[in-house]
């Protein structure tokens, strides 16, 4: 079986998604503790799809250091290895404050591009 190549449109919401993916998992976080597939579910849940574990982690490991969030180990609930958990600090949720703030101006702000030039796409430069 053969993989298929990504389409411009694939790599496209793949850079958008690289400058945002921190705050969609401090927004996934701050609905309740993770562990790290449940990341990669409620990506896909949500439609985004291209995200791996191998993206997550090392994220999530940064995210750590910076102090934005915490982990703790908790038993499994199939039985297996304790899981590794993450949760928000007070760092975490004001740096989420911050993020979400931001990125609602600036997609205000490229909506409004992107639609007021809606209208001249096509037409002929003077």
């Not at 053969?2 to 705050?23: C, N």
């Not at 309740?32 to 449940?38: A, K, T, V």
């Not at 979400?100 to 796409?121: E, K, M, N, P, Y």
Request: glycine letters at 12%.
């Amino acid at each position: 079986m053969t993989k298929e190549l990504p389409t411009a449109g694939d790599q496209r919401r793949s850079q958008l998604l690289r400058g945002v993916l921190d705050l969609c998992l401090l927004s996934l976080i701050a609905e309740r503790p993770r562990y790290g597939f449940e990341f990669v579910e409620a990506l896909a849940g949500s439609g985004l799809e291209l995200v791996s574990e191998g993206s997550i982690y090392p994220l999530l490991a940064r995210m750590e250091r910076a102090g934005l969030i915490s982990s703790y180990r908790a038993p499994s609930s199939s039985g297996g290895a304790p899981r590794k958990y993450y949760r928000l600090t007070e760092a975490g949720r004001a740096e989420l404050a911050g993020g979400r703030a931001v990125w609602h101006g600036f997609t205000r702000q490229v909506g409004r591009i992107l639609t007021d030039t809606a209208s001249t796409t096509g037409d002929s430069a003077p």
